[in-house]
């Protein structure tokens, strides 16, 4: 069974960055859409940034496009994101979430969270001075 462990997260300051880590075990990442989610308190979970299983698709909500990267390597079966300028709206629980697509090419942003059948169980990001 696919799982996957969300690392990374932290206590920085506005402006500051941080780098995301979603590893994942039972199975191997190349046949996987990936999508990284966060909820903040209080609001609905929302889709930031996802690739498809190959890298050839990449998306990002408006809020994060220009200061979020996402990238992906197979070989070590982890897909990172890369945050910068943060600022405290980005603040909140990050999540990155896997969907079985061996046959599917491109991802969107948004998206449903119910496309996604795997989920890590989340990495606290609090942006504050």
């Known amino acids: 069974q696919l799982q996957l462990v969300e690392s990374g997260g932290g206590l920085v300051q506005p402006g500051g960055s941080l780098r995301l880590s979603c590893a994942a075990s039972?199975?191997?990442?190349?046949?996987?859409?990936i999508g990284w989610f966060r909820q903040a308190p209080g609001k609905e979970r929302e889709g930031v940034s996802c690739i498809s299983r190959r890298g050839g698709s990449i998306n990002y909500a408006d809020s994060v496009k220009g200061r979020f990267t996402i990238t992906r390597d197979n070989d070590e079966n982890t897909v990172f994101l890369q945050m910068n300028s943060l600022n405290p709206e980005d603040t909140g629980v990050y999540y990155c979430?896997?969907?079985?697509?061996?046959?599917?090419?491109?991802?969107?942003?948004?998206?449903?969270?119910?496309?996604?059948?795997?989920w890590g169980q989340g990495t606290q990001v609090t942006v504050s001075s």
């Open positions: 979430a896997a969907d079985w697509s061996p046959y599917t090419t491109s991802c969107t942003v948004p998206d449903d969270p119910g496309r996604y059948r795997f």
């Open positions: 039972g199975v191997t990442l190349d046949d996987y859409t």
